[in-house]
């Protein structure tokens, strides 16, 4: 099983790598950073670098864990690159089926084709439908994602770059907030944070503060792990309701 750091999941699987940038979230990314490590290590898998690849040999990886899993799919590209064949979704959408043990989180910047890939498609239960939303230029992904009928909807603020201003919340079930990582993370504001923690208070929305990232509440930068995940002194780490379970 390949385990992971990223709090709101328990591992992830990558039948796809490699990823092209879209929006200003994309500008610091955490996956072509370690895809350059990974190069490095000499890693097969990664041989192409950050191009789009697909990975045929690791698409029965998850009929192998047998005791359910929150899997994050494609932590390292995205499933809905334009680079990635229909064809090669659905031999995805096939082991998900294959797995109902497993929920599997499938998160991404390209709500247009999502929508477009699921629009004559049955959704899987065990499915969980995000997309990326750091802006408020593209708050737009939220109409995608709420045009695709699904268990559950997420949004990930993550990094949050902005005050996002009103959010659509009605039809989602989960938002995930974070701060940038690294030496040229961009700041996070508090209020920001808190914002949305209200919005989704008084939507009855599952709201899970990640971290504070290099950025501190106060104002100062500082190592992520110093700034915590403490949000006006308490963990707000809540998962959605899955009446599927």
Partial sequence: MKKTK???????WNPITGCTKISEGCKNCYAELMTKRLVAMGQDKYK?????TTHEDTLNIPLQWKKSHKIFVCSMSDLFHEDVPFSFIDKIMNTIILTPQHQYQLLTKRAENMEK???????????WLGVTVESQEVKNRIFFLNKINTTIR?????PLLEDLGELDLRYIDWVIVGGESG????PMRQEWVVAIEKHAKSNGVAFFF??????????????KHANGKLLNGQIRQELPFTPYK
């Fill in 6 to 12: 990223i709090e709101w999941t328990d591992s992830t």
């Fill in 48 to 52: 192409n670098g950050f191009k789009v």
């Fill in 117 to 127: 890939y699921f629009r004559n498609k049955t959704v899987p239960t065990n499915i």
């Fill in 154 to 158: 997420f949004l990930s603020c993550e």
């Fill in 183 to 186: 030496n040229k993370a961009r």
């Fill in 210 to 223: 990640k971290q504070w990232g290099t950025w501190g509440s106060d104002g100062k930068k500082r190592n």
